[in-house]
């Protein structure tokens, strides 16, 4: 949760941006699915036939979708729901379906990137005949020889001091971007990173960054699929990606595993960051995939 003096500090980073985002805050209510002894908070917005179904990165804060929340809930519903209280990809797919119910979503388009299109895969592999569309953006197909259980074991003997510490050495990596960004691409990245800041000091516990990795092997170890698992699905899939992203190879088997897929590569030079350097072009292609869908797949 964003408190006031957070806000404050947000708009020393930028006043633009800042204003933005007190608008997502203002016009995305806030509310909790209470589902077996675990708490699922969402935010939902916005109007339209469709509802944009997006998640909230991997270890929570709904926040941290303001930009594409706002952004495309002028044309259509989103709910941006937090899956850190599971551990589980059958559990949590059950917390996003019951939200959906909860609020009577029909026609979903799911959007996910990095490791949110990895838990938009995850549902996507046991709900699918609910979607109309699927955009899975940077991120990974399920392999099991990624799923090192070590890992896990280790990430649960750290503190949670140096469990921040790595993760943000690891997010201001994938941030890394080689070419001139405008004046404004700057502003608005530094405000996304201080807001980022902002959640893993304030909201990002242990237990939840430990349910997620768990989320991860599991993804790799039992949601591995191919073009003939959803038999008779007629929706669609755009899968986006770019030249240097760390998880470009995946892109290729995202293609060949998803029935009725197109591909769309953003230029070299800006990693897992061009969808957000490309922002107005990315959204627009997101959009313009979404008004395709009520157009009979041949």
């Excluded at 002894?37 to 979708?65: D, I, M």
């Excluded at 949601?223 to 190879?249: E, H, I, K, M, N």
């Excluded at 070299?268 to 009979?296: N, T, V």
């Amino acid at each position: 949760m964003i408190k006031e003096k957070d806000l404050q500090s947000l708009e020393k980073v930028s006043a633009t941006e800042a204003a933005r985002f007190r608008r997502f805050l203002e016009s995305h209510r806030e509310a909790v699915v209470e589902l077996n002894g675990k708490s699922v908070p969402y935010r939902s917005g916005g109007q339209g036939g469709r509802t944009l179904l997006t998640f909230a990165g991997g270890w929570g804060g709904t926040e941290l979708a303001y930009d594409l929340a706002l952004s495309f809930s002028v044309r259509n519903r989103v709910l941006v729901i937090d899956i850190s209280a599971f551990d589980d990809p059958d559990q949590m797919a059950g917390g996003i379906l019951a939200v959906i119910e909860r609020e009577k979503a029909g026609q979903l388009v799911v959007v996910g990137q990095s490791l949110a299109g990895i838990i938009g895969q995850s549902f996507f592999r046991r709900h699918y005949p609910r979607i109309d569309g699927l955009v899975l953006t940077n991120t990974l197909w399920p392999r099991p020889e990624r799923s090192k259980k070590w890992v896990a074991m280790l990430f649960a003997m750290l503190p949670l001091t140096l469990l921040k510490l790595l993760l943000r050495r690891k997010m201001t990596r994938l941030a890394a971007v080689e070419k001139a960004m405008p004046p404004e691409v700057q502003e608005r990245r530094k405000f996304a990173m201080a807001l980022l800041g902002c959640m893993v000091d304030g909201y990002w516990s242990k237990k939840g960054m430990n349910n997620v990795l768990r989320l991860a092997f599991a993804f790799n170890e039992r949601d591995g699929y191919a073009a003939d698992s959803f038999p008779g699905w007629q929706g669609r899939a755009l899968v986006v990606t770019s030249p240097d992203d760390p998880c470009y190879a995946d892109a290729g088997f995202l293609m060949k595993s998803l029935p009725n897929s197109q591909k769309h590569e953003f230029p070299s030079g800006f990693g897992h960051m061009a969808p957000q350097i490309f922002r107005d072009e990315y959204f627009a292609l997101i959009q313009a995939f979404i008004d395709r869908l009520d157009e009979r797949t041949v």
